[in-house]
């Protein structure tokens, strides 16, 4: 027989309980009230060994709303994260109960979370087209869900995103700028074609502030005590990297006489 001698609260939704040899176990809140653990109960194995199996898929349930209440998620994306704290058919169980409640809603959770990103994030079509098939969603459902991503949206964020990364490229001269500003939107998602025209505008825009003479003189400065510029090689080590850098050859060529 198994004896309960003490049951504790523990959390919102926990107990802990003291078997008669001192053993802790924590239950769910729906197992103790069920088994009327609350007083002094003494029961045999067979009775234990049903009420650890219910505890276990009550702990499940928890655990799969806990997670859903923290964000919305596909039940694929669901079922990976409780797989290894569910055992045998209990998680399809458990997913299948979730999804007839509508706690789980594949479409639903994907229009939510498609409406935040495009809203929030400063991130393309096609990176969300990839994080979502990742998360475990439809991906046919993804591409209809994405409609809402409308190219005036992605051309707004295309033009905030490059107009918060040039505040960190002014040391560059304009052609890495642009650069680099085409490789943060591919990786970002967007649109190669949206992304070039308006990078182009703003380089054209940004062009008339940018003193590159100047910037290749700091540059140099800044460099040239690394670099012995009476050796030859050296200097054409120096001039390597300042055209990896961006910066025109017959000027750097100028400088470096």
């Not at 209440?69 to 209990?90: C, I, Y």
């Amino acid at each position: 027989m198994i004896t309960f001698k003490t049951v504790k609260t523990k959390g919102r939704h926990y107990f802990i309980a003291t078997l008669g040899d001192g053993t802790l176990i924590t239950l769910h809140s729906d197992t103790v009230f069920k088994y009327g653990l609350l007083l002094e109960k003494t029961m045999s194995e067979k009775t234990y060994e049903a009420m650890r199996d219910d505890d276990d898929r009550n702990t499940l349930m928890q655990k799969s709303l806990d997670a859903l209440a923290k964000k919305a998620m596909s039940r694929k994306s669901l079922a990976t994260k409780l797989a290894t704290t569910a055992k045998g058919s209990m998680l399809e169980e458990t997913l299948d109960e979730l999804e007839r409640l509508g706690y789980i809603d594949d479409k639903a959770a994907l229009k939510r979370i498609v409406e935040e990103m495009v809203a929030c994030e400063l991130k393309g079509p096609s990176f969300l087209e990839q994080k979502l098939a990742k998360d475990g969603f439809d991906s046919f459902d993804i591409k209809d869900a994405l409609t809402i991503y409308t190219d005036l949206i992605q051309e707004e964020k295309i033009e905030a995103l490059c107009e918060k990364e040039l505040k960190a490229l002014t040391r560059y001269p304009v052609s890495k700028q642009k650069q680099k500003l085409l490789t943060t939107l591919y990786q970002k998602g967007f649109d190669p074609h949206l992304s070039d025209s308006i990078v182009r505008r703003l380089i054209d825009e940004n062009k008339a502030s940018t003193d590159e003479d100047h910037l290749l003189e700091t540059r140099i400065s800044a460099l040239k005590n690394r670099y012995d510029l009476k050796d030859h090689k050296e200097k054409q080590k120096l001039t390597q990297k300042l055209l990896r850098e961006g910066f025109d050859y017959q000027a750097i060529k100028k400088k470096l006489l």
